[in-house]
């Protein structure tokens, strides 16, 4: 019924600058509350940045003053901006979202999850 579709992902230095974008489709009456996750190897999956439709965020300690999370409510997507990158942000980033989607006259809300895009940092 929706998909996610993140992009933005990529190879960059230390120190350096990316901006991951996850945008969602279907047949979509709400996003509510989006965010960004994160999976380095050998690691559980670890909270990067929610924002709420109200566009409230919360960040991880680790991202605080570094990353930026935002949201286009009219396209339906998310942002993540991430500045001065450390070799220890190096990891599969995960959008996720709770939608709210029509189901013929009835509506229901799911959680999604993204296909995951490679961030990695060199030094």
């Known amino acids: 019924q929706v998909q996610l579709v993140e992009s933005g992902g990529g190879l960059v230095q230390a120190g350096g600058s990316l901006r991951l974008s996850c945008a969602a489709s279907?047949?979509?009456?709400?996003?509510?509350?989006m965010g960004w996750y994160r999976q380095a190897p050998g690691k559980q999956r670890e909270l990067v940045a929610t924002?709420?439709?109200?566009?409230?965020?919360n960040y991880a300690d680790s991202v605080k003053g570094r990353f930026t999370i935002s949201r286009d409510n009219t396209k339906n997507t998310v942002y993540l901006q991430m500045n001065s990158l450390k070799p220890e942000d190096t990891a599969v980033y995960y959008c996720?979202?709770?939608?709210?989607?029509?189901?013929?006259?009835?509506?229901?809300?799911?959680?999604?999850w993204g296909q995951g895009t490679q961030v990695t940092v060199s030094s």
């Open positions: 996720n979202a709770d939608i709210t989607y029509s189901k013929g006259i009835l509506f229901s809300t799911e959680d999604y």
């Open positions: 279907g047949r979509i009456v709400r996003a509510n509350t």
């Open positions: 924002i709420t439709s109200g566009s409230s965020t």
